[in-house]
C-alpha cells in the first residue's frame, strides 16, 4: 500500500530541508504551474486554509489544498476542491512519487523523510490534476519545512505564533517567529494574524523589510462582532479596499472571526495579482467553512484539536463564553512533548470533572499520568483504559443535560469522530 511504504520511509532529514523536496518536484517535474497561497503559523492554519479553500471554490476556482496532519484519513491531507483526494489518484499519484524517491536514493543517496514524500505527492497531484489555485499549509516552522521548497508562492500568510515544536523552532517566541517568517519571499506581500507580543511584531516586520515583502498586519479593532453565538459568529471588517457587513463565519470562536479577517485580506492581494473573487463567493464560501476537528459539535460533544497552551486558552474562552452554566465533563488524551505547565493549567481549568484517555500515538502520555498530572492541579478526574469506555465514562458522568468537552490532541480527536462513525 503506498500509504504505508511512505510512512515507513526511513529519511536522511528530520521533517525539516528543502533539498530532498525540490529534487523530488523536480524528477516529478511537479513544480506548480498556477499560484500558490503558503500559510504558516502555530495556531489557526488550517482554519486559515478551509477558509480560503471554501471562498476560492465558490468563485469557481479548482483548488488544490494540501494540510496536515490527518484525522481520520491519509487522504485529508490533499484535498481538490476541498474534497480528500480519491484512492485512485493516491495509489496513481503516489506509486509515481514513491518511484522518484527511489531513483534520487539511487542516483544521488537522496532519502525522503514522509512528509517530503506527502508533500511531494501533493504537488504532483495538484499538478496532474490541473489546479487553478494552490493552497499549502507548512507542516512545522517555515524556514526549513519542506513545503518552503516552493520558491515564488502568490501570497505568504503567517496565523498566530505560540510556543509549540520547541525542541525544532527554539524556546522563545521570538525564535520560533523567526522560524515561521522562514516562509516570507523576496517581493511577495505576506499578511499577518496580529500578535499580541511586540517581539513577535518586529521579528516579522525585520524578515519583510530583509525580503522587500509588502507587510499586512491587520488589527482586530477592524473586526465588530455583531454576535457570537455558540456555532457562527457575524461581524463586520474593514479592510484596505472596503467594509464586509454582516459576514458570517460558520467557523465558531471569536479567534475565527481574527482568522477571517486574515483570510479577507489574502483576498484582497490576490485581486491586486488579476485573481477575481466576487462578493457572493466571499460571502458563501465564509458561512458554509466546514474544518473537522476544530470547535465541531456531534450532539452534546464538542470536539477541538487544541495541542499546545494557546490553541488551549482559545477553546477555554470560547466554552467559558457560550457554554457558562452547563455541567461541562472534559474527555482528554495528550501527546507528552506537547504538555507544557501551561497547557495543563489550561486543561484543569475547562470543566467540573475530567476522564482521561491514551492517544494512538507512540508520543501519547498515558491516561493514568495525564489524571495524576490533573489531580495536582484539583481537578476531579477518572481514567479510561480505551478511548470507548472514556467516551461511556464521560456521557454518563455528562448525563443528559450536560456537556463534553473533547480537546489536546489533533490525534485523539482523529480517534474520536472515527469512534462517533463520523466521515472523514
Known amino acids: ?120 505527492l501533493a504537488f504532483r497531484t495538484f499538478r496532474g490534476e490541473q489546479c487553478d489555485l494552490i493552497i499549502s499549509e507548512t507542516g512545522m516552522g517555515g524556514r526549513l519545512d519542506p513545503t518552503n521548497a516552493i520558491p515564488n508562492p502568490a501570497v505568504c500568510a503567517i496565523t498566530a505564533i505560540g510556543m509549540d515544536h520547541m525542541q525544532y523552532l527554539g ?19 505576506v499578511v499577518c494574524y496580529p500578535p499580541d507580543e511586540k517581539t513577535v511584531r518586529d521579528v516579522l516586520a525585520e524578515k519583510a523589510k530583509m525580503e522587500k515583502a509588502p507587510l499586512i498586519i491587520p488589527e482586530k479593532e477592524l473586526i465588530y462582532i455583531r ?93 467559558d463564553e457560550q457554554l457558562a452554566g452547563k455541567r461541562k465533563i472534559l474527555l482528554t488524551g495528550v501527546l507528552k512533548e506537547k504538555l507544557t505547565d501551561e497547557m495543563l493549567a489550561g486543561l484543569a481549568e475547562i470543566a467540573e470533572e475530567a476522564v482521561t484517555v491514551t492517544p494512538d500515538s507512540p508520543r501519547a502520555m498515558k491516561a493514568e499520568e495525564l489524571n495524576a498530572l490533573l489531580a495536582q492541579k484539583g481537578l476531579k478526574t477518572r481514567t479510561a483504559n480505551s478511548l470507548k469506555e472514556g467516551l461511556n465514562t464521560a456521557r454518563e458522568l455528562a448525563g443528559e443535560e450536560g456537556l463534553i468537552l473533547a480537546t489536546g490532541s489533533l490525534y485523539f480527536i482523529g480517534a474520536l469522530r472515527s469512534e462517533l462513525g463520523l466521515n472523514p
Not at 539511487?106 to 511531494?120: D, I, M, Q, S, V
Not at 520560533?176 to 516562509?183: C, L, N, R, S, T
Open 1 to 120: 500500500m503506498v500509504i504505508n511504504e511512505i510512512h515507513s520511509a526511513l529519511g536522511d532529514g528530520d521533517k525539516q530541508g528543502l533539498r530532498n523536496t525540490a529534487a523530488l518536484l523536480e524528477t516529478l517535474q511537479a513544480w506548480p504551474v498556477c499560484p500558490v497561497i503558503h500559510v504558516a503559523g502555530t495556531n489557526g492554519k488550517g482554519s486559515v486554509c478551509a477558509m480560503l479553500n471554501s471562498v476560492l471554490t465558490e468563485a469557481g476556482y479548482k483548488t488544490g489544498m494540501y494540510t496536515s496532519p490527518f484525522l481520520q484519513k491519509y487522504n485529508e491531507r490533499i484535498r481538490l476542491r476541498g474534497i480528500p483526494v480519491a484512492d485512485e489518484l493516491l495509489i496513481r499519484y503516489g506509486n509515481e512519487t514513491l518511484d522518484a524517491a527511489e531513483k534520487l536514493k539511487r542516483e544521488k543517496n537522496y532519502h525522503a523523510t514522509p512528509f517530503e514524500l506527502g508533500t511531494a
Open 227 to 319: 454576535e457570537a453565538a455558540v456555532r457562527y459568529t457575524i461581524a463586520d471588517f474593514r479592510t484596505g479596499k472596503r467594509t464586509w457587513q454582516k459576514l458570517k463565519i460558520a467557523l465558531p470562536g471569536k479567534h475565527q472571526a481574527v482568522n477571517a479577517l486574515v483570510v479577507l485580506h489574502i483576498l484582497e492581494e490576490l485581486e491586486k495579482q488579476g485573481i477575481h473573487i466576487p462578493e457572493a463567493a466571499v460571502k458563501r464560501g465564509l458561512s458554509q467553512t466546514f474544518w473537522p476537528g476544530r470547535l465541531e459539535w456531534y450532539g452534546n460533544i464538542l470536539m477541538d484539536g487544541a495541542h499546545n497552551a494557546q490553541g488551549i486558552c482559545a477553546f477555554r474562552r470560547y466554552t
Open 171 to 189: 524556546g522563545t517566541l521570538a525564535e520560533i517567529a523567526g522560524e515561521k517568517a522562514g516562509i516570507i519571499k523576496q517581493g511577495v506581500p
